[in-house]
């Protein structure tokens, strides 16, 4: 659908916490800043009943072409992006919000292409990455060298696959979990390095594979997330940033970042076949 219009139409794929956060300021603020809801869908739609007005429930996302939307907002989990992203994008402007998906070269490839085919855009929003326009303008000018990205959480914060972090106890201290590119951390820890696949596509040259990362267990991490920036360019220059994010013992997600979600989303109005930090 057309992006000219004033209002633009959002349809909201998942309606976890990052979900039921954007659907409730979509509602209450949108309108003003020239959004409306299109639909909301959940894999079980019960969840959204009461909560939701009805005529706005999707119950079979395979139908979401029908409620014609202008931005297609995913927030529930890499499967979803790797069955629908290229579909989203032969209708919609598209914002992943589970983009440690894009560590699958494949789909990576796909969903670029179909973002050129469509002339739609694929935006990333940047989370919890802090710099991430000054790293894809340094990328952009071919000056970016090297970045690594590191996260450090309480242990009850982390989802992680297999059983590597099933040990630990309070008072334990630090535990360094993963160390590696960011291709590799992905798979393993995809619902907490989403900040480091935005990284990874605000850094294109580098890529997913050129990307270094680290995941840090802490327990004296009661309060907030950390996440580290170390920018490398050319002769000497660096950047180290580190932005403590504000979060509840368990949360995955740091509280700033729901408001960065939803700035990224004020962003989606329309750049082009091309993929966009936002
Ligand atoms: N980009 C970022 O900085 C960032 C920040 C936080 C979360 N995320 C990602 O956004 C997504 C949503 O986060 P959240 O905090 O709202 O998570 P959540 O666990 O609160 O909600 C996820 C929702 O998706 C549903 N879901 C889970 N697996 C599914 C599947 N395979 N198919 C369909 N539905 C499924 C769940 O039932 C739930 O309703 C996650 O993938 C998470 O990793 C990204």
């Known amino acids: 659908m057309a992006t000219s219009s004033a209002t633009l139409r959002i349809g909201v794929v998942g309606y976890g916490h990052l979900g039921q956060y954007l659907v409730g300021k979509i509602l209450k603020d949108g309108p003003a800043q020239g959004l409306i809801l299109a639909f909301v ?4 739609s019960d969840k959204l009943k009461g909560l939701v007005p009805a ?6 996302l395979s139908s979401f072409a ?3 939307c202008d931005v297609i907002v995913e927030v529930c ?9 290229h579909l989203f994008l032969s209708q919609s402007h598209f914002m992943v919000g589970s983009p440690s998906a894009l560590s699958d070269p494949d789909l990576n490839q796909k969903l670029r292409q179909a ?14 990455l802090w710099g991430g326009q000054d790293i894809q303008r340094m990328n952009d000018s071919g000056t970016i060298k090297a970045l690594f990205i590191r996260m450090s959480k309480h242990p009850s914060c982390f989802r992680l696959t297999g059983d590597v ?4 106890t309070e008072g334990e201290g630090r535990r360094v979990l993963f160390g590696g590119s960011v291709a590799e951390l992905c798979p393993l820890a995809p619902n907490n390095v989403n900040t480091m696949a935005a990284a990874a596509v605000a850094a294109g040259s580098l890529g997913f594979k050129g990307v270094q990362g680290e995941i840090v267990s802490d327990t004296a991490l009661k309060d907030y997330h950390v996440v580290e920036v170390e920018v490398t360019g050319p002769d000497g220059f660096s950047v180290h940033t580190v932005r403590r994010n504000p979060a509840k013992l368990g949360a995955v997600t740091g509280s700033a970042t729901y408001n960065s979600f939803w700035n990224s989303l004020l962003v989606c109005k329309g750049h082009g076949g091309r993929v966009y930090l936002c």
């Open 115 to 128: 973002s050129l085919q469509y002339r739609r855009t694929l935006y990333v929003p940047s989370g919890a």
């Open 77 to 85: 989990h890499p499967q979803i992006v790797k069955k629908f992203g």
């Open 165 to 168: 972090l099933t040990d630990w």
């Open 66 to 68: 029908d409620r014609r």
């Open 55 to 60: 005529e706005l429930i999707l119950e079979d």
């Open 41 to 44: 869908w959940n894999r079980n």
